[in-house]
């Protein structure tokens, strides 16, 4: 599989060649593990209820304990009245669980299999832009057929120029190829690569990738 190379301008400059191993096929089972597993990980988890020791109230016993025809009872805080600690309430903590890697990396390879097979992936030269402008670059995104959001993945290190052209776009995020996610990709309609950028992300994922059996003839 081959794929068209073009510059900001929405012209071909040239083509890249796909791995099969990377862009040959999509397991949407891999997809919705990985995107719920991003997910989680994002939950703040800061729901916390009151116990009863945290809840106000004093801790002297109501009344005695026998002799009034009433319930006995110890505190007002108990979790039994109007106002007092919840039981087993849900407190701070941490959603994120282990994510396989080699299951995130096969979820990822699906992602871009996806892109490319509807037509959303797109491949650049280079994102080098003269100067930080967010109109000129609104223009290239307009040049490469980008009509709702993009995901930009560079290879740079430091690219000031298209970060300053692109933070105020809205529905445009930039990411560095060493962290683009499947729910990236799945998250934007298009995704635009920086050449050197999926070449690399294409020889990591083809090196990972499960070695097919030889057929038997």
Do not use: C
Not at 10 to 22: I, S, Y
Not at 83 to 94: A, C, E, K, L, V
Not at 114 to 128: C, H, I, N, Q, W
Not at 192 to 215: G, H, M, T, V, W
């Amino acid at each position: 599989m081959k794929t068209d190379v073009l510059d900001l301008d929405g012209k071909k400059v040239g083509t890249l060649e796909l791995a099969d191993e990377v862009f040959g096929a999509v397991n949407e089972d891999l997809l919705w593990e990985a995107v719920k597993h991003y997910r989680a990980a994002q939950r703040a988890g800061t729901h916390a209820t009151k116990n009863r020791k945290l809840v106000s109230g004093s801790g002297k016993k109501l009344w005695r304990q026998k002799g009034t025809g009433r319930a006995r009872v110890g505190s007002i805080r108990s979790p039994l009245w109007r106002h007092g600690g919840t039981i087993h309430g849900p407190q701070p903590r941490s959603y994120d669980y282990q994510f396989p890697k080699k299951k995130l990396l096969g979820a990822l390879r699906s992602a871009l299999a996806a892109k490319f097979a509807d037509g959303k992936l797109t491949v650049v030269e280079s994102f080098e832009l003269a100067e930080p402008k967010t109109g000129a670059f609104r223009k290239a995104l307009d040049n490469l057929g980008v009509e709702k959001g993009a995901l930009l993945v560079d290879g740079a290190k430091d690219n000031r120029n298209l970060q300053l052209s692109s933070r105020n776009i809205p529905g445009v995020e930039l990411v560095s190829g060493n962290q683009v996610h499947p729910y990236h990709l799945l998250r934007y309609e298009a995704a635009i690569f920086a050449r050197p950028a999926l070449e690399r992300l294409q020889d990591s994922l083809k090196a990972s990738a499960p070695k097919r059996k030889a057929e038997v003839a």
